[in-house]
T-cell receptor, first 115, second 114 residues
Framework: DVKVTQSSRYLVKRTGEKVFLECVQD?????MFWYRQDPGLGLRLIYF???????EKGDIPEGYSVSREKKERFSLILESASTNQTSMYLC??????????????FGPGTRLTVT | GESVGLHLPTLSVQEGDNSIINCAYS??????FIWYKQESGKGPQFIID?????DKRQGQRVTVLLNKTVKHLSLQIAATQPGDSAVYFC?????????????FGGGTRVLVKP
């Protein structure tokens, strides 16, 4: 079974702190994604990566950065956390696409609260 | 902008009845669609997918129907069980030109009444 793990289930940080969210997948997937999930807004793509060292902005990248130094690991960084970044953060991975997309496998999520 | 949406935010269904969850999409270039189930406190789990060259696909107790003419997607759950209570999301793949990114709908909550 594909397994995507996230470093924390719950996290509480103060405004202005630097926050690292870690994600690891064990299926040798090329693609990895970070989403945030807010009530009524569904899942919104923050950043994604097609390969090691590669990253691309999603729909809402402002206030976030990412790092992919190893194929299995994709980190989301909040340089200076703000209260509007309080959310559920979901990591996902998928195989590289050929003629079309592939299903994304999700981690359990990290509930981040910024006070 | 282009988006994936849902008609019903909450669906209450009697145990044993069939459930139908609907989803509208607006991107005619979308070529792949997925339904996910998300239980409380968990990440979304894959249920079933369908490619744009198909109209229907069946899984275990679930069927996905795709109507490209009206850009409509539905998930049918047969003989709904208490364990089916969850939020269901449809997602569309935006196509290779858009980097195969997924766009998710806002979700429909299914509540199964005993």
């Amino acid at each position: 079974d594909v397994k995507v793990t996230q470093s924390s289930r719950y996290l509480v940080k103060r405004t202005g702190e630097k926050v690292f969210l870690e994600c690891v997948q064990d299926m040798d997937h090329e693609n990895m994604f970070w989403y945030r999930q807010d009530p009524g807004l569904g899942l919104r793509l923050i950043y994604f990566s097609y390969d090691v060292k590669m990253k691309e902005k999603g729909d809402i990248p402002e206030g976030y950065s990412v790092s992919r130094e190893k194929k299995e690991r994709f980190s989301l960084i909040l340089e200076s956390a703000s209260t509007n970044q309080t959310s559920m953060y979901l990591c996902a991975s998928s195989k590289a696409g050929g003629g079309g997309g592939y299903e994304q496998y999700f981690g359990p999520g990290t509930r981040l609260t910024v006070t | 902008g282009e988006s994936v949406g849902l008609h019903l935010p909450t669906l209450s269904v009697q145990e044993g009845d069939n459930s139908i969850i609907n989803c509208a999409y607006s991107n005619s270039a979308s070529d792949y669609f997925i339904w996910y189930k998300q239980e409380s406190g968990k990440g979304p789990q894959f249920i079933i997918d369908i490619r744009s060259n198909m109209d229907k696909r069946q899984g275990q107790r679930v069927t996905v129907l795709l109507n490209k003419t009206v850009k409509h997607l539905s998930l049918q759950i047969a003989a709904t069980q208490p364990g089916d209570s969850a939020v269901y999301f449809c997602a569309e793949n935006r196509g290779k030109a858009a980097g195969n990114k997924l766009t998710f709908g806002g979700g429909t909550r299914v509540l199964v009444k005993p």
